[in-house]
């Protein structure tokens, strides 16, 4: 959100909106025909050879075309926008059907891969600039998020530990609610969005129906105990949590945490005491300081915390102290929230306040005093899920055994939110001792 209040849930788009030449248009439709008459296998070739190479192409008008792209005064602005439409012409058509999800990643390497060929002499000054301007793309924020989705969408899946030397980034296809924001770049259009929309669904899905299915397993298991039967088919922690961890977060974000209530309970009993009272928004503010310090322990809040978010919502726009109370304060308050909860922006990615906290309180109360934000106002998820993304992104070439603490805070926020907002069932969690 800005400082108009305006909700930036989606990334802008605003180069996808430009106009787009003939030449341009000729490159997408070439593409375009390929991709639905050709195997992956044999487009990965027109990659190399029109856009790696850039020497020799069978088609000579799309070849020229290109050059014309390159040699263009607006290529060093422009030809970022036109190399990532040209991946996600492909990407959106291959990353829908299992056969040809794996085409993404060798996409990817493909971009990445160096020039086999010297500079064709007759066209030098074009094929040069083609190779610089790869390069140039290979920096990009376009060209990050093309490899976070070729991440998500790798066959075989890293042996994932918490002491693992791979990148942060691998870890990206875990976490369905960082997709949006992850996968979509500046450029991205509609069809692009819709794409990942798509994949996040089914991700998402995947992941319920895995935590349901594994804790029924855990259930039955308990029972079996019991019983001394041994005939269960074993199921696999979805999560990167120890099974022990993994049960308790789930009753914790499922059972009766405060008041003999669950986190939902508290939120509707927080929303109907402050619509009731028809109170002013200095006086919403202070009942919620009250509401969310119930989620932290009281001698880390006393140290410093407290004051720190007293302070914060004392500072979020006091000019309207006096109004009445609404819906759209309830939103930018929550918003200013997060940002002092987590990170303020990509531009200011300070965020000692989230690391203190899950150093003191652990990821699941950390998670709590998330979660009893987004319950009471909902429409500031996906601002709660722009902030880990910024997180995210800032660490993802780190090591995810060097960053352990972020690793588990997305852990627990992926149970909170899908067992809060989802549709898996694990009520079943409570019964276990």
């Given at each position: 959100?800005?400082?108009?209040?305006?909700?930036?849930?989606?990334?802008?788009?605003?180069?996808?909106?430009?106009?787009?030449?003939?030449?341009?248009?000729?490159?997408?439709?070439?593409?375009?025909?390929?991709?639905?008459?050709?195997?992956?296998?044999?487009?990965?070739?027109?990659?190399?050879?029109?856009?790696?190479?850039?020497?020799?192409?069978?088609?000579?008008?799309?070849?020229?075309?290109?050059?014309?792209?390159?040699?263009?005064?607006?290529?060093?602005?422009?030809?970022?926008?036109?190399?990532?439409?040209?991946?996600?012409?492909?990407?959106?058509?291959?990353?829908?059907?299992?056969?040809?999800?794996?085409?993404?990643?060798?996409?990817?390497?493909?971009?990445?891969?160096?020039?086999?060929?010297?500079?064709?002499?007759?066209?030098?000054?074009?094929?040069?600039?083609?190779?610089?301007?790869?390069?140039?793309?290979?920096?990009?924020?376009?060209?990050?998020?093309?490899?976070?989705?070729?991440?998500?969408?790798?066959?075989?899946?890293?042996?994932?530990?918490?002491?693992?030397?791979?990148?942060?980034?691998?870890?990206?296809?875990?976490?369905?609610?960082?997709?949006?924001?992850?996968?979509?770049?500046?450029?991205?259009?509609?069809?692009?969005?819709n794409s990942v929309r798509s994949l996040q669904d089914q991700m998402q899905r995947n992941y319920e129906l895995d935590l349901s299915q594994f804790v029924t397993y855990q259930v039955r298991r308990s029972s079996s105990h019991n019983r001394g039967d041994r005939l269960l088919h074993p199921v696999t922690n979805p999560t990167l949590l120890p099974e022990t961890d993994l049960t308790e977060a789930l009753k914790h974000f499922t059972g009766k945490v405060s008041q003999g209530c669950t986190h939902r309970d508290?939120?509707?009993?927080?929303?109907?005491?402050?619509?009731?009272?028809?109170?002013?928004?200095?006086?919403?503010?202070?009942?919620?300081?009250?509401?969310?310090?119930?989620?932290?322990?009281?001698?880390?809040?006393?140290?410093?915390?407290?004051?720190?978010?007293?302070?914060?919502?004392?500072?979020?726009?006091?000019?309207?102290?006096?109004?009445?109370?609404?819906?759209?304060?309830?939103?930018?308050?929550?918003?200013?929230?997060?940002?002092?909860?987590?990170?303020?922006?990509?531009?200011?990615?300070?965020?000692?306040?989230?690391?203190?906290?899950?150093?003191?309180?652990?990821?699941?109360?950390?998670?709590?005093?998330?979660?009893?934000?987004?319950?009471?106002?909902?429409?500031?998820?996906?601002?709660?899920?722009?902030?880990?993304?910024?997180?995210?992104?800032?660490?993802?070439?780190?090591?995810?055994?060097?960053?352990?603490?972020?690793?588990?805070?997305?852990?627990?926020?992926?149970?909170?939110?899908?067992?809060?907002?989802?549709?898996?069932?694990?009520?079943?969690?409570?019964?276990?001792?």
């Amino acid at each position: 959100m800005d400082s108009q209040g305006n909700t930036a849930s989606q990334p802008p788009s605003s180069h996808y909106t430009r106009s787009v030449g003939s030449e341009e248009q000729k490159l997408y439709d070439h593409f375009l025909k390929a991709v639905q008459s050709e195997s992956a296998e044999e487009i990965l070739g027109r990659i190399r050879a029109l856009l790696v190479e850039g020497s020799s192409y069978d088609d000579r008008e799309v070849l020229l075309s290109l050059d014309r792209l390159v040699l263009s005064d607006s290529a060093y602005q422009d030809f970022q926008f036109i190399l990532n439409r040209c991946a996600h012409i492909l990407t959106n058509r291959w990353q829908g059907r299992p056969q040809t999800q794996g085409a993404v990643p060798q996409l990817i390497q493909v971009l990445e891969s160096k020039p086999a060929t010297p500079v064709d002499f007759t066209r030098s000054k074009a094929n040069r600039r083609l190779r610089e301007l790869l390069n140039q793309f290979q920096e990009t924020e376009q060209f990050q998020a093309l490899r976070r989705l070729s991440c998500v969408l790798e066959e075989s899946e890293p042996a994932e530990t918490l002491e693992s030397q791979q990148p942060l980034r691998s870890l990206i296809r875990r976490y369905p609610y960082l997709y949006p924001h992850c996968l979509v770049s500046d450029g991205s259009s509609p069809e692009d969005q819709n794409s990942v929309r798509s994949l996040q669904d089914q991700m998402q899905r995947n992941y319920e129906l895995d935590l349901s299915q594994f804790v029924t397993y855990q259930v039955r298991r308990s029972s079996s105990h019991n019983r001394g039967d041994r005939l269960l088919h074993p199921v696999t922690n979805p999560t990167l949590l120890p099974e022990t961890d993994l049960t308790e977060a789930l009753k914790h974000f499922t059972g009766k945490v405060s008041q003999g209530c669950t986190h939902r309970d508290l939120a509707e009993r927080f929303l109907i005491q402050s619509q009731y009272r028809q109170q002013t928004f200095k006086g919403f503010k202070g009942d919620l300081y009250e509401y969310l310090i119930d989620a932290v322990e009281p001698e880390y809040g006393r140290r410093q915390f407290n004051n720190q978010l007293h302070q914060t919502l004392n500072s979020i726009l006091p000019d309207n102290d006096s109004s009445e109370f609404n819906e759209f304060l309830l939103l930018r308050t929550c918003s200013q929230l997060l940002n002092f909860l987590i990170v303020q922006s990509p531009t200011q990615p300070k965020h000692f306040v989230f690391v203190d906290l899950i150093s003191n309180l652990g990821p699941m109360q950390t998670t709590s005093l998330l979660l009893k934000l987004v319950l009471i106002c909902r429409k500031v998820r996906p601002y709660l899920e722009k902030r880990l993304s910024i997180l995210f992104n800032h660490y993802e070439c780190h090591t995810q055994g060097s960053v352990q603490w972020l690793v588990m805070a997305m852990e627990h926020l992926n149970i909170a939110l899908s067992t809060n907002f989802g549709k898996v069932n694990v009520g079943l969690v409570n019964s276990l001792v």
